[in-house]
């Protein structure tokens, strides 16, 4: 019977490239588990475009990309390897994309509440591999007040951040050897967070005027120092020494109204009886005729008188 050395070669070779693969998987595996598995925490603004990186490496060394997210309602997931095949499950724009030099990266936009959660990537390259847990958290920003107010006969110094996400870190400049009590107060998980700091300062607070609050918050681009401004009771009694102003300028005016209207009425009395008593004006006499009608009818007269006697005379003599 004729030997086939080519059979046994076959399932020789066959057997050596599955050996090979085996091997590469086991190293693979291998650099992944020894690999220390990452856990970081990322804070991210709202509405912000947020970019996740797995590994240094460009796809020129990469076997595979896969990111694992569970966030919101809908977990997901996200594979690519090297020969460009991609599997996205995930919705709302949410993609495995590429730099310019070939660097994969997860692209997450408009950043939201509901994309919080936690994101594990896992990314394959000869002889090693990255592993990445990170849960990436929203962050806001959150209200900041500092005052004085009275607690009895003591002057209290407080710093409040309020709604903040993460809670906010509050502290205290200038306060020599005094000791700040610090409350925390927070809703369900996720929600947001309220830090109150109190300081109380000795006597009624003189002397410690450059006493300064400062709050530092992941999304504050630097720390905020506030000077506590003055209110509570001092507040109240400004309000109250306005108001006290106001009634009185208000009372002023309509006393001074009052007055002045009685006064113009017992004018008005006192005028019109000085009118009624007073003798009444003679009435005005016509003019006389002007001299100078008289004289130019004087002539006439003159002249009637002398025409008169001769016309009777006349008259006389005729008869």
Known sequence: ??????????????????????????????????????????????????????????WSELFYVIWRIAAGHSPCEIQQNDEGDNRNTCKGGVALLNTSS??????????????????????????MGDYRNISLVLSVAPRVSAWLEWAGSSRVALCVAEDGKPAATLSWRNTGNLTANTTTTQ???????????????????????????????????????????????EAGRGLWVVLLLSAVTVLATLGALYVSRNHLTALRRCWRSVCRSSPEAPPLEAPPPESVLVDDLQPYACYHQRVNPLYVSSADLLK
Request: hydrophobic share 35%; charged share 20%; proline share 8%.
């Open 1 to 58: 019977m004729a030997s086939h050395p080519e059979r046994g070669v076959v399932p020789a070779l066959l057997c050596t490239l599955c050996i090979l693969r085996v091997v590469t998987l086991l190293l693979v595996s291998g650099a992944l588990s020894m690999e220390e598995s990452r856990h970081e925490v990322v804070m991210e603004l709202q509405g912000a475009n947020v970019s996740l990186t797995c590994s240094n490496k460009t």
């Open 102 to 127: 070939g660097q994969p990266y997860l692209l997450i936009p408009h950043f939201s509440p509901r994309h919080e959660g936690l994101y594990q990537c896992e990314a394959s390259y000869l002889g």
């Open 187 to 233: 809703g369900p998980p996720g929600a947001s967070v309220t830090v109150r700091s109190t300081l109380e300062l000795p006597g009624d607070g003189a002397g410690w005027e450059g006493v300064r609050c400062v709050v530092a918050h992941p999304s504050l681009e630097r720390e905020v120092t506030m000077r506590p401004a003055d209110s509570g009771r």
